[in-house]
């Protein structure tokens, strides 16, 4: 078990470093870059690039240079988007967002294919419950990954704070935030003046520095790990072929259970992309000030890796229904006071409960969600966690496509509608789940083999 949970802790820790410069990154493009929308534009280049790499790359690196390795080569692609950023222009942004598009999927896949084989391994000699280890191995990783989110926003809110000239936000002005905004730019007027170039280098040089970090903390660090199963696979079919592992995204698609998923995956992407970019934005850069949406995603990093911890441990206890249930409701409920509310500086501690609730619900949506791929889809887990990121990333895509032309309320319906429509589609791959094993379902789950026969050849 030591062993194990060290691999675990280099992981997190890892993307602790990476996503601490890129979660900053990300949402400081619509401010930092707003000219002719260069921020926007680079982060929709990036999560297509995202889903192009999602259909192919990661079951063919993983296969050819294993976990370890795909997860260092990969999180160099997140050093070149930093480095982009330093000269920020057409040319600079645009193809740096593509190359971190095209390493995200694999270094994903990667860590959860990682994490899965982990967590069965230890679970078959301890003769414990695969499930329970999974999901024990992804709630450390969220808790600390989750936590990134505190100390990139942190050091971009010290950094930039120096600089702020607070302005006095005029009621006209206010009128314009919240959920029926104004579609015009007037939220550049509202915040804080343009950091100047020495601090915008400053910021630069620490993100890049800490994605140096996590490379080497990866390449140094982490095991190897292979699975028993692609091993006897190796055996029994010498090389599998270029198109083989090229299409193995697009052959799970055949598998009912992941096409149900899709919606729940995709709203991933639509409620993550709401926060960082249109409540930040509309409600709190509006409202408030640029110089507190740092704090405020800190309030949202916190809460969601604190949860993640909780909810991966007490899964094993409520069940990830109850969960998942818990989550929508607090989303639902999110969705319909922003619809209500009109943000004004007086109710600073408002603007700090919404994100609050929104870190509890991601918090279940990323470990029970990444956990139920790995349960439901063990033997092949390298083309669902793909399919997994493929759908998240068009989620993310389509929120940031309509992100400048349509106002909150329209997008904060369509994220109601996507979330029914998604817990519907849960139901019944739990309904599918139970009819398959009506029966003693733990005594076969204690194999780690017997409850998941019905998955669909590769």
């Not at 480095?83 to 190359?99: D, E, K, Q, R």
């Not at 083989?244 to 009912?256: V, Y």
């Not at 800190?298 to 969601?304: D, E, G, K, L, M």
Request: aromatic fraction near 14%.
């Amino acid at each position: 078990m030591e062993r194990n949970l060290k691999n675990i802790l280099v992981i997190s820790f890892g993307f602790l470093l990476l996503f601490t410069a890129y979660g900053g990154l990300q949402s400081l493009q619509s401010s930092l870059h707003s000219e002719e929308g260069l921020g926007v534009a680079s982060l929709s280049v990036l999560y297509a690039a995202l889903i192009l790499s999602s259909m192919f790359l990661p079951p063919i690196l993983i296969k050819k240079l294993g976990c370890k390795w795909t997860i260092a080569g990969s999180m160099c692609c997140y050093i070149a988007f930093s480095l982009g950023n330093f000269y920020a222009s057409w040319y600079t942004l645009i193809p740096t967002s593509v190359i971190l598009g095209l390493g995200g999927a694999p270094l994903w896949s990667a860590k959860c294919t990682y994490l899965t084989i982990a967590g069965n391994s230890y679970a078959a000699k301890a003769g414990k419950n695969g499930k329970d280890i999974i999901n024990q191995y992804f709630g450390v990783f969220f808790l600390i990954f989750q936590s990134s989110g505190i100390w990139g926003n942190l050091i971009s809110s010290l950094i930039f704070s120096q600089a702020s000239n607070k302005v006095e936000i005029s009621e006209e002005n206010l009128a314009c935030c919240g959920a029926y905004d104004c579609i015009i730019e007037t939220t550049n007027t509202t915040g804080s003046s343009e950091p100047s170039n020495s601090l915008i280098y400053t910021l630069l040089g620490i993100y890049t520095a800490s994605g140096v970090l996590a490379v080497l903390l990866i390449v140094i660090f982490l095991d190897p790990i292979k699975s028993d199963q692609a091993e006897t696979e190796k055996e029994k079919l010498e090389k599998p072929s270029f198109w083989s592992t090229f299409l193995a995204t697009f052959q799970h698609l055949k598998d009912k259970r992941q096409c149900l998923l899709i919606p729940l995956t995709m709203y991933s992407g639509f409620e993550q992309g709401f926060l960082s970019g249109d409540y930040t934005k509309t409600y709190v850069t509006c409202a408030l000030g640029i110089h507190y949406v740092g704090y405020v995603m800190i309030c949202f990093s916190a809460v969601n890796s604190l949860c993640s911890l909780l909810f991966g441990r007490i899964s094993q206890f409520t069940g990830r229904k109850l969960l998942f249930a818990l989550a929508a409701v607090a989303n639902i409920a999110c969705i319909i006071a922003l619809l209500l509310w009109k943000p004004h500086p007086k109710q600073l501690a408002v603007f700090f409960v919404f994100p609050a609730l929104w870190g509890l619900s991601d918090a279940i949506w990323q470990t029970q969600t990444n956990g139920l791929y790995g349960i439901l889809f063990e033997k092949h887990k390298e083309a669902a966690f793909a399919n997994y990121r493929l759908w998240e990333s068009l989620g993310f895509v389509i929120a940031y496509a309509y992100s400048t032309k349509l106002q909150v309320y329209i997008k904060l319906y369509i994220l109601l509608s996507v979330l029914l429509l998604s817990m519907v589609m849960y139901g019944t791959v739990e309904y599918l789940e139970a009819k398959r094993s009506p029966g003693t379902p733990t005594a076969a789950k204690k194999k780690n083999v017997g409850p998941h026969t019905h998955e669909t050849p590769m």
